[in-house]
């Protein structure tokens, strides 16, 4: 079946600080979404990527959809204390069958 | 426009017991997924449902069921509980089948004493 990995798994940030979390997935997309939830929250849709190396912006956010349709990124800039929660990709397949990656899990530091 | 709503929020069960949970989408959107959120295991797909009809299924024994009313209104039940059914139940809805962003709702905490 389908292997989503999701790198890191914590990330520790120093506030101000750039990181980025990494999604594999064993087979090729349709396409990938990116959910964040805040602690004791839900997840919450932050976008959809459709396209081969396709790029979209949010702010401080840029996601990035691979070439082969197999990977993508989220790269945050200047880390706020509001960006803590666990980022999560949801890769779609071709077949419409939906995995989750494990999250990466940020905490920010002042 | 109202959220996805969830009832009820948190459950107690104890072993061998069967629980229903109950998810009603935002009006207008006719697919309602569900997912298993624990620790260790992330997010697990349960299922998904379109007019009434499952239309995928995650890896979870037959124990885990659902079904969707003709209002779109979902729900999911477990049979024969598990010490490791404890978890948050989350229910998500999106305007068209296998497609699209998901609004979550804010989940039913289910644990088995």
């Known amino acids: 079946g389908q292997q989503v990995m999701q790198i890191p798994q914590y990330q520790h940030v120093q506030e101000g600080e750039d990181f980025t979390t990494y999604c594999n997935s064993s087979?090729?997309?349709?396409?990938i979404q990116w959910y964040k939830q805040r602690p004791g929250g839900h997840p919450v849709f932050l976008i959809q990527?459709?396209?081969?190396?396709e790029v979209k912006k949010q702010k401080r956010l840029t996601f990035q959809f691979g070439e082969a349709k197999k990977n993508s990124s989220l790269h945050i800039t200047a880390t706020q204390t509001t960006d803590v929660g666990t980022y999560f990709c949801a890769c779609r397949r071709n077949d419409y069958k939906l995995s989750f990656g494990a999250g990466t899990t940020v905490t920010v530091r002042a | 426009k109202a959220g996805v709503t969830q009832t009820p929020r948190y459950l107690i069960k104890t072993r061998g017991q069967q629980v229903t949970l109950s998810c009603s989408p935002i009006s207008g959107h006719r697919s309602v997924s569900w997912y298993q959120q624990t620790p260790g295991q992330g997010l697990q797909f349960l299922f998904e449902?379109?007019?009434?009809?499952?239309?995928n299924k995650g890896n979870f024994p037959g124990r885990f069921s659902g079904r969707q009313f003709s209002n779109s209104r979902s729900e999911m039940n477990v049979s024969t509980l598990e010490l490791g059914d404890s978890a948050l139940y989350l229910c998500?809805?999106?305007?068209?089948?296998?497609?699209?962003?998901?609004?979550f709702g804010p989940g039913t905490r289910l644990t088995v004493l």
């Open positions: 990527l459709v396209k081969s190396g």
């Open positions: 998500a809805s999106s305007l068209g089948q296998q497609v699209g962003e998901q609004f």
């Open positions: 087979t090729t997309l349709s396409n």
């Open positions: 449902y379109f007019s009434e009809t499952q239309r």
